[in-house]
Structures are given as C-alpha cells and as structure tokens.
C-alpha cells in the first residue's frame, strides 16, 4: 500500500479552545502571548495521536493584522516563539517534521481583497526568511484564488526548503476555488514554482473529495485536509472576524472524518490530516484507519 504523511489536526482552532478564553481577531496569536506552553502541548497530542508533522502556529502572525493592537512589532519573536513550541513537541516526541506555517496576507475566505503580489512577496519573505533555518518544509495555507497564490508562492522560493501549497475551495463545489476560478487554473502557478505538493484545505470535506481527482491529475504529491465548519457564516467575512462568527458541525465525529480521508486516499491522497474543528481524536482514529487499511505513516 501507499506511504502516507498525516498531518495534524487545527492548531489554532484547537488553542482557542483550550484556553477558554473569549475570542478575539487575533485568534490564536493572542492565546499563544498569554499561554505559550499551550501550544507545545497540542503539537505533542498531535503526534502522539500519530501524526508525523507539526504545523507552526504562525498562521495569523502577519503584521497587518498585529498592527490592530500595536503589536505589529513582535512579529519576528512571536515567528520565534511558534517554531521553538514545535520544536520542543518534535524532540518529546522523538520524531517528525516541522512546518512552517502561512496563512492569508490579509484575511481568509477573501479572495475579494486581492493582495497585490509585489507586496505579499515581500511581506512574506520576512516571514520566509525568519522561519526558513528552523523547518523542515513551508505550508502555504487556505489560498483563496490564483492571484493570493503567486505573491506567496514567489516568496517561498527564497526559503531553500520544500513547500506544500494548500487550496481552499468552494464549499459546495470543490472543483472551484473560493474566488470561482477552476481548480485547474493553477496550473501556470505550478508550473512557474514548481511547490512539492498541492494540498486542498480548510474546506467542507465533501468538497475536498469533490477536487481530489483534480489534484491527483497535476502529477505532484496532492493530499487535504478538512474543517468541520457547517459553512462560512457572512460574519465571518467581515473585517477582523472573531472565530465565534463560525458553527462547528455535529456530525463530523472521527469516524466519520476518517471516513471522508480515506477516500482521499483512494483517489490518490498521499498527505492527510486536518484543518480547524478537527482535533487529536480525530487524527488518532484516521492513523488507526490508515495503518488498518496496510498503508505506512511517514
């Protein structure tokens, strides 16, 4: 059978809970100044459930959005603060990789604001440049449109390390971007950048098996992984959302999550894991599936 990479399951998601603290448009950025230990304990229950990467909690660690509280200053030693609370899980742990996480300029879900890709590019490089000595690999993550993709894509290829692009779709029609471009619109971007993997992520898993086939045909590694989000509210698209904006799903339990990845598998998936909603229960019960079902975790 397949080698399989699992990733994770939500960091940030997963922070916010733990803290029980209220939700602000920092998200998980804000939990991990007031608790930073926290977030090595969700990577090592991560890889204890048998995922073999760690994804760096640095997300939202943009200074676009720090600059709301004054913090846009701190970007650098909080970059530093994720990638060491990684590390520590990772050497408790024994084993695994670290990615280093990148998430959207601007706000996610909103391939509407079209950051402008001299800009990202450079923004993102600061974070590239940061991270790039202490991870094993770069995950762009929740990419909204073809435009969102270039100006990160370009600042990656600075980084000298593997990078992994990950696509959020269409809820209701996985075969589309976000934005309403086909997925197969990325094409020219691969080509150009030439990313190790392509990934779909942060979208209903429904829509996730619906594009799965899509991204077997680009002849990379491909893989997703799923959040657990009924939809994306029309609170969440506003300015500064806070994450109370969104409702979980109720029946989206671990054996029904790893239900929907192993048909990502079956169609050619050979990195799963999850996205926000989706915990250590979910991930201990899709390692117990893939080992069941003869594949090998790396």
């Not at 209220?22 to 048998?50: C, E, Q």
């Not at 270039?150 to 976000?178: I, M």
């Not at 030439?194 to 680009?218: H, K, W, Y």
Request: hydrophobic residues 40%; proline residues 5%; negative net charge.
């Amino acid at each position: 059978m397949s080698d399989i990479t699992l990733l994770d399951g939500s960091i940030g998601q997963e922070l916010v809970k733990r803290s029980g603290d209220r939700a602000t448009p920092l998200w998980s950025t804000r939990v991990m100044i007031d608790r930073p230990d926290l977030v090595a304990k969700v990577h090592l229950d991560y890889f204890n459930a048998g995922a073999t990467v760690a994804t760096t909690n640095t997300y939202a660690v943009h200074r676009s959005r720090l600059v709301r509280v004054g913090l846009e200053d701190e970007v650098l030693s909080l970059l530093a603060v994720a990638v060491d609370q990684a590390k520590q899980a990772r050497d408790a742990h024994g084993r695994g990789r670290i990615a280093g996480a990148l998430g959207p300029l601007l706000a996610t879900y909103r391939p509407d604001l079209k950051p402008d890709p001299d800009e990202a590019e450079q923004k993102f490089g600061e974070l590239v440049a940061a991270m790039a000595p202490h991870v094993d690999l770069f995950l762009i993550e929740t990419v909204s449109s073809i435009l969102e993709a270039e100006g990160v894509l370009r600042a990656t290829l600075h980084g000298g390390k593997p990078v992994w692009l990950a696509l959020t779709v269409n809820d209701y029609d996985g075969t589309h971007l976000r934005s309403g471009e086909p997925l197969s619109d990325i094409v020219p971007l691969l080509d150009r950048f030439d990313p190790e993997a392509v990934l779909l992520n942060c979208s209903r898993p429904e829509a996730i098996t619906q594009g799965m086939d899509i991204l077997a045909g680009f002849g990379r590694m491909c893989g997703g992984y799923a959040n657990g989000f009924t939809r994306i509210s029309d609170g969440f698209l506003k300015d500064a959302p806070t994450v109370d904006a969104l409702e979980q799903r109720v029946d989206l339990g671990p054996s029904v999550y790893a239900d929907h990845a192993m048909r990502w598998v079956e169609h050619g998936a050979t990195i799963v894991g999850g996205c926000c909603e989706v915990g250590p229960e979910h991930i201990a019960e899709l390692a117990r599936r893939l080992r069941a079902a003869g594949h090998r975790i790396v």
